[in-house]
C-alpha cells in the first residue's frame, strides 16, 4: 500500500514539469511568477516522494522480521524529527 502513494508523488512531479513548461510558453504576464510557485511545488513533491520512500524501507524490513526493535525505533524516531 505505501508503494501506491510513493507512486503519488512520481506523478505529481511529472504534472509540475508540464505545468511549467506549459506557463513558460505563455504570453500572459505574470507567468513567470507562475512558473517559481511550480518549481517550489516540485522541490515539495521531491522532499515528500524521498519520505515515502525512505519510510517504505522501514516498514518492509519491519515486516520482513529482519530488525530488531532497536533499529526501527531509532528509524522512527529519526523520521518524527524530519518530519
Not at 517550489?40 to 530488531?68: M, P, Q, Y
Request: glycine residues 4%; positive net charge; charged residues 20%.
Amino acid at each position: 500500500m505505501v508503494y501506491r502513494f510513493r507512486e503519488r508523488w512520481l506523478l505529481w512531479i511529472v504534472l509540475n514539469i508540464a505545468q511549467i513548461i506549459l506557463w513558460l510558453t505563455s504570453d500572459t504576464d505574470g507567468a513567470m511568477n507562475i512558473v517559481v510557485i511550480y518549481c517550489a511545488f516540485i522541490l515539495n513533491s521531491l522532499c515528500g516522494w524521498h519520505n515515502w520512500t525512505r519510510l517504505s524501507k522501514v516498514s518492509e524490513v519491519r515486516r520482513a522480521g529482519l530488525a530488531d526493535a532497536s533499529i526501527a525505533d531509532s528509524a522512527d524516531a529519526a523520521a518524527s524529527r524530519r518530519a
